[in-house]
């Protein structure tokens, strides 16, 4: 066998290899871990919040901008090349001034540039106005919370103004506290305590932090903001599937910064009212109960798919 050829067996392996591994984590993840990397991952991650669709939606948008601005410029430096070479010309124009396209190349990039401006600044804005984003919000009526994330060398802590003050400190697990449990997430990324928020509420997050900047990030969501000591930062997300959603601290804050994780569970309204009030006294208690939960909800599903 030829070199060559088994680079191409080689690939094809490793392809086959990636897929059977995307297809088993499908079959076995597909509820919980549905907002965290994939290995050879090249584009965002798959939206999980009205702000996240409107981010993918002005991703896709720019890049046919972008694309379409580089086959131009690409096309313009062809005939330059093909056209305006010694061969094939040999006496050059003398010309030094083109009105029509000196204003044609000023007015366009700038009629770009008002284009991009427009659904960035809808964007921008949307990100600390719900109604922006979710056809029909109304603060009044619709289901909403707060929570509140503290940063701190390395680490983060949850409040829940509005369920009886409840609070808690969330660290990475080792990699000793992972082995012991082969479902507790994926490495650097699984925490011991996640946050939990319910599915289909507008869920304002209270950002600042407690002694230096962090930076609290979650790609599911479409959301980074600084934890900035002294300033309390507010943004917003909605999560309409359950699951677990990683993110990071995205600002550099010392010795222990990549092990700053951040895990967002997402369960239903009822499952997190039960959650709330299992905290409030037993704390790991309360996240075995939505484990369990999980298992028999799975167990369902496998029943009914063999009936």
């Known amino acids: 066998m030829t070199a060559a050829r088994r680079y191409l067996a080689t690939t094809l392996l490793a392809f086959c290899g990636l897929a059977f591994a995307a297809v088993a984590a499908l079959a076995q993840g597909e509820v919980l871990q549905v907002g965290q990397p994939e290995p050879w991952q090249i584009n965002l991650q798959p939206?999980?919040?009205?702000?996240?669709?409107?981010?993918?939606s002005f991703n896709n948008g720019l890049l046919i901008v972008v694309t379409l601005i580089t086959l131009f410029v690409l096309a313009l430096l062809l005939v330059c090349?093909?056209?305006?070479?010694?061969?094939?010309n040999p006496v050059p124009s003398r010309t030094s001034h083109n009105?029509?396209?000196?204003?044609?190349?000023?007015?366009?990039p700038i009629l770009i540039l008002v284009g991009i401006a427009v659904p960035s600044f809808a964007l921008l804005f949307a990100q600390h106005d719900p109604a922006r984003a979710i056809p029909g919000y109304n603060p009044e009526t619709d289901p909403h919370m707060t929570v509140k994330a503290t940063g701190s060398q390395w680490?983060?802590?949850?409040?829940?103004p509005d369920n009886e003050d409840l609070a808690f400190d969330s660290?990475?697990?080792?990699?000793?506290?992972?082995?012991?449990?082969p479902n507790s997430g994926p490495r650097l990324l699984a925490v011991d305590n996640e946050m939990v928020v319910p599915t289909g509420t507008v869920v304002h997050m209270q950002v600042i932090g407690a002694d230096v900047i962090h930076s609290f990030a979650v790609p599911a969501?479409?959301?980074?903001i600084d934890a900035v000591p002294?300033?309390?930062?507010?943004?917003?997300f909605r999560v309409d599937?359950?699951?677990?959603?990683?993110?990071?601290?995205?600002?550099?804050?010392?010795?222990?910064h990549a092990f700053m994780p951040i895990a967002v569970r997402a369960v239903s309204p009822e499952k997190f009212a039960a959650w709330v009030e299992a905290a409030q006294s037993d704390l790991a208690a309360s996240y075995e109960m939505l484990a369990a939960a999980y298992d028999n909800a799975e167990q369902t599903e496998m029943a009914a798919a063999g009936e």
């Open 241 to 256: 599937r359950e699951g677990i959603y990683y993110g990071q601290c995205s600002e550099l804050c010392g010795r222990d």
């Open 47 to 56: 939206a999980a919040s009205p702000i996240m669709e409107m981010v993918h």
């Open 99 to 108: 009105t029509l396209v000196e204003v044609v190349w000023t007015v366009v």
């Open 155 to 160: 680490y983060w802590t949850y409040e829940y």
């Open 221 to 224: 969501f479409g959301i980074k």
């Open 171 to 181: 660290l990475m697990l080792t990699e000793e506290e992972r082995a012991a449990d």
């Open 230 to 236: 002294g300033r309390l930062n507010e943004t917003w």
């Open 81 to 88: 090349m093909l056209r305006f070479n010694a061969r094939t």
